[in-house]
């Protein structure tokens, strides 16, 4: 059971930008559930996802796997013969958390997990590819190489599946969903505080894109079928196929 997220309940004198340390390990799930409108459907989904799209012998990727939830939702979900999961994070905390998380549940597929940036990591016999709100928080120029070195690693008929927080063309509309986020916080226990510290400090490293952006970028990495397939508010998972 994780604690409860109360990271930023009280004020703090300064505000660096956002890391993954083990302060935020420590409260992930409970932060997640509470800040991330829909995560547990696109969680299992991924799940559903796997066992349509993993293919026999080949390698599933979890990029930016934080403790490790869609490796588990991938794995309870393969059932053809020999299959491999790696499952990629920087943080080192959240490594090590994912080992012991992935320990604690036996399965039959073997996961690796690596500490590594998900850019130096070879992406090769891939029959799935998950970025599950990790693709936000690489520099935007870096993004596109990424999707393309999974689009040339991902075998025929195989799919990357692309959840994000996204930004919004219309202005007007941006703003409802941002401020109705803001409301799903709230309903979640988060005050005020909370919410703009969080904020502030996730500024300069989550640097968001539109749907229509991330479809553009799809596109351009070799993907021809790629469409929005879950959407809570301004947060979301795209599906591109091979």
Not at 78 to 85: F, K, S, T
Not at 227 to 237: A, D, K, T, V, Y
């Amino acid at each position: 059971m994780s604690d409860r997220d109360t990271l930023f309940s009280a004020p703090i004198a300064k505000l660096g930008d956002w890391t993954f340390d083990e302060r935020v390990a420590e409260v992930f799930p409970d932060m997640i559930q509470r800040s991330v409108p829909g995560y547990s459907n696109i969680i299992s989904m991924i799940g559903m996802l796997a066992e349509r799209f993993v293919q026999p012998d080949s390698t599933v990727y979890d990029l930016g796997c934080s403790l490790g939830a869609a490796t588990l939702s991938v794995r309870r979900n393969i059932h053809v013969p020999g299959c491999a999961i790696i499952a990629v994070d920087n943080s080192p905390a959240m490594v090590e958390r994912c080992r012991r998380h992935l320990d604690a549940f036996r399965a039959d597929t073997p996961v690796n997990v690596v500490e590594a940036d998900i850019r130096d990591i070879p992406i090769e016999n891939a029959s799935l590819v998950v970025l599950n709100f990790t693709l936000q928080f690489l520099e935007p120029d870096a993004r596109l190489q990424l999707l393309s070195k999974i689009w040339q690693g991902l075998n025929p008929g195989g799919a990357l599946v692309l959840s994000e927080k996204f930004s919004f063309e219309d202005a007007q509309v941006g703003e409802l969903l941002f401020n109705m986020h803001h409301d799903f916080k709230r309903a979640n226990g988060y005050s005020e505080l909370e919410i703009s510290q969080k904020r502030s400090m996730l500024e300069n490293v989550m640097l968001t894109d539109s749907v229509e952006t991330h479809k553009a970028r799809l596109k351009q990495a070799g993907f021809s079928h790629a469409e929005l397939w879950f959407q809570c508010f301004n947060f979301g998972s795209l599906v591109a196929l091979k």
